[in-house]
């Protein structure tokens, strides 16, 4: 893949970044402060801390139904608890709030808490934050919920249903006034106990009707969103969502490279500064889409399986990558290639369940949290030198974590 185009996409996008974070932004009369918090559930206990990022304290604990997924809100106010086995989302208020100031953001901090309300629906899956609100898709009923995120702290909650046809593990997106939805296979013979598989996504209007033909997607899984754009994983290739289409978002397939070895991306993750896209290839490769370049995938080799990966919001052309040696791997996005890596847990098999507890990755202030479950820790790892600065001894298994923080002006 020629690099040039991604290159020149990422580092305008890196200018841009640097002109807003300019000396004198600031007026004289604020202060900056900062805070960062991590929310961790534990692999099999119904619980999720909150610990203070800067002396490890647990600031909160909070009892839940079942295991739970994490996710955090695109605002950083709200994370939330999807317990797939225990058919409910629980909502946490972080206590973390940005305001916007035009050449300033305010930061006020107050206490976390377990919010009143809650979503209940047969197997919770995936949770999908987007501008101020988030898209809730329940695997074993046939809808999905559109939840604005004021809405839930004003405790009267009104939402939007998407029905998704079938049930099935699937997803569904906001892009402006439409809805992109995953589509099962309604014709397929499944078991009792099975969902069918997916086979494409649909754009949906507010009415909730079907815009233009459905765009074939074979086994789609995974979603992320990147300026403008979402991307979904598919055994073709990955399927590219852009708005301002005749008939709502235009939708358009990049095919893998015929060269490329026999995979397919089923994890995606979106930059927040730059426009591009990071995927899993299989299990022991990773994929950087660029959906404008003329080669828009370039193939990225790891030694062993990868166990979790993220990208730095501060540092948008730094990716971590967890393998299963033990080893995390800094991928530069630009590069298109790992430049350095250092030995941080145990050897963690990718062999076994796929639910097995294995570390997870956060990404707070220039610092990486990588949860231990096998030792009842978070670790703390520094982002520039990869070396272990501290450690925070949590409870049980932690497993799920999500960072929240950052700083801005105090009056």
Same mark, same amino acid.
């Given at each position: 893949?020629?690099?040039?185009?991604?290159?020149?996409?990422?580092?305008? $996008?890196?200018? !841009?970044?640097?002109?807003? !974070?300019?000396?004198?932004?600031?007026?004289?009369?604020?202060e900056t402060k900062e805070a960062w %918090?991590?929310?961790?559930?534990?692999?099999?206990? &119904?619980?999720?801390r909150v610990i203070n990022f800067d002396n490890g304290?647990?600031?909160? %604990?909070?009892?839940?139904?079942?295991?739970? =997924?994490?996710?955090?809100?695109?605002?950083?106010?709200?994370v939330f608890a999807a317990q797939t086995e225990a058919d409910v989302i629980h909502a946490i208020k972080t206590g973390i709030n940005f305001s916007d100031h035009g050449e300033h953001r305010d930061l006020e901090v $107050?206490?976390?808490?377990?919010?009143?309300?809650?979503?209940?629906?047969?197997?919770?899956g995936h949770v999908v934050p987007h501008d101020d609100h988030v898209v809730l898709f329940y695997d074993r009923a046939d809808k999905a919920e559109i939840v604005d995120e004021a809405d839930i702290f004003d405790g009267k909650v009104e939402m939007r249903i998407i029905d998704t046809i079938k049930p099935h593990h699937g997803v569904a997106v906001t892009m402006g006034r439409y809805v992109l939805v995953s589509v099962p296979n309604t014709?397929?013979?499944?078991?009792?106990?099975?969902?069918? &598989? %997916?086979?494409?996504?649909?754009?949906?209007?507010?009415?909730? $009707?079907?815009?233009?033909?459905?765009?074939?997607?074979?086994?789609?899984?995974?979603? !992320?969103? =990147?300026? /403008?754009?979402?991307?979904?994983?598919?055994?073709?290739?990955?399927?590219?969502?852009? &708005?301002?289409?005749?008939?709502?978002? +235009?939708?358009?397939?990049l095919p893998y490279p015929t060269d490329f070895p026999k995979a397919y991306t089923g994890t995606l993750l979106g930059g927040k500064a730059m426009q591009f896209f990071l995927g899993n290839y299989g299990d022991d490769k990773?994929?950087?889409?660029? &959906?404008?370049?003329?080669?828009?995938?370039?193939?990225?080799?790891?030694?062993?399986? /990868?166990?979790?990966?993220?990208?730095?919001?501060?540092?948008?052309?730094n990716a971590y990558i967890l393998t299963e040696d033990g080893d995390l791997h800094v991928l530069d996005v630009i +590069?298109?290639?790992?430049?350095?890596?250092?030995?941080?847990?145990?050897?963690? $098999? +990718?062999?076994?369940?796929?639910?097995?507890?294995?570390? /997870?990755?956060?990404?707070?202030?220039?610092?990486?949290a990588i949860t231990d479950p096998r030792h009842s820790l978070v670790r703390v790892v520094d982002a520039e030198t990869l070396k272990e600065t501290r450690t925070?001894?949590?409870?049980g298994q932690p497993f799920s974590i999500v960072a929240v923080g950052g700083s801005g002006a105090s009056h």
């Open positions: 893949m020629r690099l040039s185009l991604i290159r020149n996409h990422l580092l305008a $996008s890196i200018v !841009a970044g640097i002109v807003f !974070a300019a000396p004198g932004a600031f007026a004289e009369d604020h %918090r991590l929310f961790v559930a534990d692999h099999t206990n &119904p619980v999720v304290k647990e600031l909160g %604990r909070y009892d839940v139904k079942g295991y739970a =997924s994490l996710t955090a809100s695109a605002s950083g106010q709200t $107050s206490e976390p808490a377990l919010l009143p309300v809650t979503f209940e629906g047969r197997r919770p014709e397929a013979e499944t078991k009792p106990d099975e969902l069918p &598989p %997916r086979i494409g996504l649909r754009v949906v209007d507010e009415k909730g $009707s079907q815009v233009g033909q459905t765009a074939i997607c074979t086994d789609l899984h995974g979603e !992320a969103t =990147s300026a /403008r754009l979402v991307a979904f994983g598919c055994k073709e290739g990955v399927l590219v969502a852009r &708005p301002g289409g005749v008939d709502g978002p +235009k939708l358009t397939m990773l994929v950087l889409i660029d &959906p404008d370049a003329e080669q828009p995938y370039k193939l990225i080799e790891l030694p062993t399986r /990868r166990v979790d990966f993220q990208l730095d919001p501060a540092q948008p052309r +590069k298109g290639e790992t430049v350095k890596k250092a030995k941080v847990t145990e050897p963690y $098999s +990718k062999d076994g369940h796929w639910r097995d507890p294995r570390p /997870r990755l956060a990404v707070a202030d220039g610092q990486i925070i001894a949590v409870e």
